[in-house]
C-alpha cells in the first residue's frame, strides 16, 4: 500500500483473496456484489466461459481485517467442506450459462434476482442460485443494459410522458382515453397501461443494434393482473413499454430519472425516455479510451470518463461541480460514497468526489496484471468493494469513520481529520456532536504538542467540549473544581491533563530528545520549527496561559453551571495574575463575576493587588472589607510608602483633569458608600473621604443610590465642625430636596451661612491693599475656587432667608448683629415685623 497523497489515509483495508484458478478454468469477466445482511455479502463472478462462479463472503467485525483465501472444492461445484465455516469466503455454487462471456450482471435485490447478460441474451438468476436458471426470450442481440434510477417520483415521469400532475391537470377525454386505451402505442410498440398499476422498481433500458428498448420486469409479487401471458409468476418476465431509435456501437449506458446517457467510440448522448428525442453531450477525441459511465447513487448524478478526467452530470447531461482529474485512465469505475473507486493495471486508486483529491493508493495485482474490475455494493454506500484480476479476486471492507480519524491523528494529520469529519458531515454520515468531539481531541493533541494557539482555536470549534476540561491545566489536583472535570479521555491518544507549566516542561523534554535523535540521524515526530529553532520555557508558558485565557474568556458567556462559571472566573483570575494583567484582573472583579473569594483573597494580598482584591470584595458585597482596603490605600499613597498611581481623565473643555492615587482611593470608597445603608459603615469612612475630596462626602450623605436614606441627626452629629460647606450641603439638600420641613434644620442651615458670610465679608475685608481692587478680587476669585458651591455666600445666604419661613430669625440675627451684613439684617427685621429698622436700614 502507498499513500503519496498528503491527504491519503487508510479507506479500505484488504479483506479476502480469492484465487479464480481452483473454479474456472478461463479468466474472469465481470462482477458483482450484493449485501444480504450487515455481516454477509455475496459475490458473483462471471468468466470467459459462461460460468456464474457465487461466493459468501463474512463481514462481520471486518471479519478478523486479515487476508484469507477461499479453499477450491474438491468437485467444484460443490459445496466448500466443513473448514468453509470458519473462513471469510465460501465458495457457494456455479451456474453455467453457455460458452460466451458473462458481460453484465445487475444484482435486483427487491426480487431477490440476479440479472445476466451473455452472448446478446439476458437471463434471470435467483441471488443464491437455489433455482434453474430462466432465459427471456423477448430480444436477441443485447449488447448493453442499465436499471432506471429515480431521484424521487416527483422528478421522473412515466414512460408515456404522463406524470401525475400531467394526469391531473389533462382534460376529461384524455383521462378517458388513457383509462380504457389499452391499445395505445409508443413508436409502434404496444405498451402497458400506465394507469392499472404503478411503474415498478426494476424497470430497465436495453439497447439491442440500433434499437432502445424500455422494459419492466413483472413477477407474480409486482404484476396486479395475472392475465398477460408474457407473466411468469414464479421468476418473472420482461414487458416491453416503449422503444426509441438508438445509435449504433453503444458500449455504455445509464439511466436516471427521464435521461438515457449512452456511450460509444464517439462520444456520450443523451435520450429522453419520455419523448425519445436525442442529442449529443460532448464527442471524444479521435484517440481516446472506451467510454465509461458510473451513475453515482448517492448523489444521483452520472460520471463520465473521458481518458483521465471525470465529468460529473446532472440527469439533464449538465456538467455540476468542477471535473476530476484522475492519475490514470481507469479500466472499470466503482462507488464508495463518498468516495470514487478506479483500477486499472493492478492499482486501486480511491477519489474524493467533492475535492477530487487522491485519498487511497493500493495494489491489488502486480504489473501487467491485465484489465481489472471493480465492483461494489448495490447503492454505493455499503463497505464492500471487490476488485478482479482475470484471475484473483480481491475483497476490501471500508474502515470505520472513527478509526480512519483515529489513524489521521495519530499521524498528526489534524487538518485531514477535521476535513474528514466535515466531510462525512456533509454526507449525512457524522453527527455535529462527532465534529465538536473531534475538535476538542485535536485540540488537546495539539495542546501537548505545544501549539497552544492552534489548540485553543479548535477548543472553541467544539460545541460540546466543556470548560471544565481545561481546570486541570490550570490548577494541580485536588482542588475545589476536581469533581467537576469529565472523566473523558476522548480516544485516548493524549496523556492524561496536567498543569501547564508540566506540559511545557514534558515538551521541552520531548523536543531536546527529538534534536538528539535528529543528529543521530532518526525521524521524530516533533515539529520541524521546535527542533530547528528551540522555544524557551517562559515564551511557551506565556503562550500557554494567554491562550487558555483566551477559551476561558469566550468561555464566560455561554450558558453554564454556576459551578463551572465559578470556576472558569476563578482560574481566569488566577490566569491573570500569573501574568500580571492588572487591567484585566481589575476589570474582572469589578464586573458582575462567580470568583470565589476564599480562593483569590490569599492570592491577591500577598502579591499586593489590593485594588483587585478591594473590587472583588465589593462585587461580592464585603463593602466593609473592601473599603478598609481604599482607606489603606488612600493612607499609603498619601504617606509616600507606595508609588501612587496617576489616572488622566478628560473634561467637558477639553483639558485634562490628573487624579492621583489617593483621590481615586477615594472615588472608589465613594461608590460603595453611595449604595450603602448600612449608616455607621457610612459614617465610618466619611472622614477620611471628606479630607481627600468633599464633593465625594457630600456625593455620599446625598445619595439616592441607597434604599433607606441615613439618618439626618446622626449625619450632622458625624461631620466635622470644620467641614463647614459639607453641613452646608447636606442641609442644603435635607431642606430643598428632601422637602424637610424640621425647623431646626432650617435654623442651622440659616446660622452656618450667616456665620460663613460674615467670615467670608472679614476675610475680603482685612487686606493690605484695601485700594487694590485685583488683589481682593482675586483673593475672592481662589477662595470661591475652593468652594463646593458656585454662588457666594451671601448670596446663598440671602436667597435663603428671604425664602424660608422655617427658621428663628431673632437668632440669626443675634448672629449678625453685630456684623456689616446689612441688607441680611433688613430681611431679619421684615421678617420679625419691625418695619422702621428696615426702612431705616434701607435708607443708610
Known amino acids: 500500500m502507498a499513500n503519496s497523497d498528503p491527504s491519503a489515509r487508510t479507506v479500505l483495508e484488504p479483506l479476502s483473496n ?5 473454479y474456472s478454468g478461463t479468466s474472469l469477466r ?16 462471471g468468466t470467459f466461459s459462461g460460468s456464474v462462479l457465487l461466493f459468501s463472503i463474512n463481514t462481520g467485525d471486518k471479519a478478523t481485517a486479515t487476508t484469507t483465501t477461499a479453499a477450491a472444492p474438491k468437485d467444484a461445484p460443490a459445496a466448500l467442506d466443513s473448514d468453509a465455516s470458519i473462513k471469510n469466503v465460501s465458495f457457494l455454487r456455479s451456474i453455467s450459462l453457455g460458452d460466451s462471456p458473462i458481460e453484465t450482471m445487475l444484482v435486483l435485490p427487491e426480487i431477490g434476482k440476479l440479472l445476466v447478460l451473455c452472448d446478446g441474451s439476458l437471463f434471470l438468476v435467483d441471488t443464491l442460485s437455489s433455482h434453474s436458471v430462466k432465459k427471456l426470450s423477448f430480444a436477441k442481440g443485447v449488447c448493453a443494459i442499465a436499471k432506471r434510477i ?3 417520483e416527483l422528478e421522473s415521469t412515466s414512460l408515456l410522458g404522463i406524470s401525475v400532475n400531467t394526469l391531473e391537470s389533462s382534460s376529461a377525454s384524455q383521462r378517458i382515453l388513457l383509462k380504457f386505451g389499452g391499445g395505445i402505442r409508443a413508436n409502434g410498440v404496444k405498451t402497458k397501461e400506465p394507469l392499472q398499476r404503478s411503474e415498478g422498481n426494476n424497470v430497465f433500458a436495453v439497447v439491442i443494434g440500433k434499437r432502445l428498448v424500455l ?14 401471458r408474457d407473466v411468469d409468476s414464479s421468476s418473472g418476465s420482461f414487458v416491453i413499454l416503449k422503444e426509441i431509435h438508438c445509435i449504433d456501437g453503444v458500449k455504455t449506458i445509464a439511466w436516471l430519472n427521464d435521461s438515457i446517457i449512452v456511450g460509444t ?9 419520455v419523448t425519445g428525442q436525442s442529442g449529443v453531450i460532448f464527442s471524444l477525441p479521435d484517440i481516446s479510451s472506451r467510454p465509461q459511465l458510473k451513475l453515482l447513487m448517492k448523489e444521483k448524478k452520472v460520471l463520465m470518463l473521458v481518458d483521465n478526467v471525470g465529468i460529473v452530470v446532472n440527469e439533464h447531461g449538465q456538467p455540476v461541480g468542477g ?3 484522475f492519475r490514470i485512465s481507469p479500466d472499470s469505475v466503482g462507488e464508495l460514497s463518498p468516495y470514487i473507486v478506479l483500477v486499472r493495471n493492478g492499482k486501486m486508486e480511491l477519489y474524493n468526489k467533492r475535492s477530487g483529491s487522491c485519498i487511497q493508493t493500493l495494489t491489488c495485482g502486480g504489473e501487467g496484471v491485465g484489465p481489472c474490475i471493480v465492483a461494489n455494493e448495490e447503492g454505493g454506500i455499503g463497505k464492500l468493494v471487490a476488485v478482479a484480476s482475470p484471475t484473483k479476486v480481491i475483497c476490501y471492507c471500508k474502515v470505520s469513520s472513527e478509526e480512519q480519524i483515529k489513524d489521521l491523528l495519530r499521524k498528526k494529520n489534524f487538518k485531514e481529520a477535521i476535513s474528514l469529519v466535515e466531510e462525512l458531515e456533509y454526507e449525512g454520515e457524522m453527527s455535529n456532536e462527532m465534529l465538536s468531539f473531534v475538535h476538542a481531541q485535536v485540540g488537546f493533541l495539539l495542546l501537548f504538542d505545544l501549539h497552544f494557539e492552534e489548540a485553543v482555536n479548535h477548543f472553541l ?8 476540561e481545561v481546570f486541570p491545566f490550570i490548577m494541580r489536583d485536588p482542588n475545589r473544581w476536581s469533581l467537576l472535570v469529565p472523566r473523558n479521555r476522548y480516544w485516548g491518544l493524549h496523556p492524561p491533563p496536567a498543569p501547564l507549566e508540566d506540559v511545557v516542561d514534558d515538551g521541552l523534554l520531548a523536543i531536546q530528545r527529538a534534536i538528539f535523535l535528529r543528529k543521530a540521524g532518526v525521524d521524530t515526530a516533533v515539529d520541524d520549527d521546535f527542533v530547528l529553532n528551540p522555544p524557551t520555557r517562559s515564551n511557551l508558558l506565556e503562550s500557554a496561559i494567554k491562550n487558555i485565557i483566551r477559551y476561558l474568556e469566550v468561555s464566560r458567556e455561554k450558558e453554564l453551571t454556576l459551578s463551572v462559571q465559578e470556576g472558569v472566573d476563578t482560574l481566569l483570575m488566577y490566569l491573570y495574575r500569573a501574568l500580571n494583567r492588572v487591567d484585566d484582573m481589575e476589570r474582572l472583579a469589578s464586573s458582575e463575576n462567580s470568583c470565589i473569594v476564599e480562593e483569590l483573597e490569599t492570592l491577591l494580598d500577598d502579591s499586593g493587588h489590593l485594588r483587585t482584591l478591594a473590587f472583588l470584595y465589593a462585587s461580592k458585597g464585603m463593602s466593609s472589607k473592601a473599603l478598609a482596603i481604599w482607606r489603606i490605600l488612600a493612607r499609603n499613597y498619601s504617606s509616600g510608602l507606595w508609588e501612587e498611581p496617576v489616572v488622566e481623565t478628560d473634561l467637558q473643555d477639553g483639558s485634562k483633569n490628573i487624579l492621583s492615587g489617593r483621590e481615586i482611593a477615594a472615588i472608589e470608597a465613594s461608590k460603595i458608600l453611595e449604595e450603602s445603608s448600612d449608616q455607621d459603615l457610612v459614617l465610618q469612612h466619611l472622614g477620611w473621604i471628606a479630607d481627600i475630596n468633599p464633593i465625594l462626602a457630600v456625593e455620599i450623605l446625598t445619595s439616592d443610590k441607597r434604599v433607606n436614606q441615613l439618618l439626618p441627626d446622626a449625619v450632622i452629629a458625624a461631620i466635622d465642625p470644620r467641614k463647614v460647606e459639607i453641613l452646608q450641603s447636606y442641609l442644603q439638600w435635607l431642606i430643598e430636596d428632601q422637602d424637610s420641613i424640621d425647623t431646626q434644620f432650617h435654623t442651622l442651615y440659616a446660622l452656618s451661612l450667616a456665620k460663613s458670610a460674615i467670615e467670608t465679608f472679614e476675610v475680603q475685608s482685612v487686606s493690605k491693599s484695601p485700594d487694590d ?3 481682593e478680587e482675586a483673593k475672592f476669585s481662589d477662595f470661591s475656587q475652593k468652594s463646593i458651591f458656585q454662588s457666594p455666600v451671601r448670596e446663598r445666604l440671602q436667597i435663603f432667608l428671604l425664602s424660608s419661613d422655617l427658621y428663628d430669625p431673632e437668632e440669626v440675627l443675634d448672629l449678625i448683629e453685630g456684623s456689616e451684613l446689612w441688607l441680611e439684617k433688613a430681611i431679619l427685621y421684615r421678617k420679625l415685623g419691625q418695619e422702621t429698622l428696615v426702612l431705616q436700614i434701607l435708607a443708610l
Not at 480469492?18 to 481452483?22: A, K, N, V
Not at 422494459?215 to 398477460?228: A, F, H, I, P
Open 18 to 22: 480469492i484465487d479464480l484458478s481452483s
Open 30 to 45: 465481470s462482477l458483482a456484489i450484493s449485501s444480504i445482511s450487515d455481516s454477509q455479502s455475496l459475490i458473483y463472478v
Open 150 to 152: 429515480r431521484s424521487s
Open 215 to 228: 422494459v419492466e420486469l413483472v413477477s407474480g409479487t409486482n404484476r396486479l393482473g395475472k392475465t398477460d
Open 265 to 273: 467510440i464517439n462520444g456520450y448522448s443523451l435520450f429522453s425516455c
Open 323 to 325: 471535473s476530476l482529474v
Open 461 to 468: 470549534q467544539s460545541e460540546t467540549m466543556l470548560p471544565s
Open 773 to 775: 481692587e485685583r488683589l
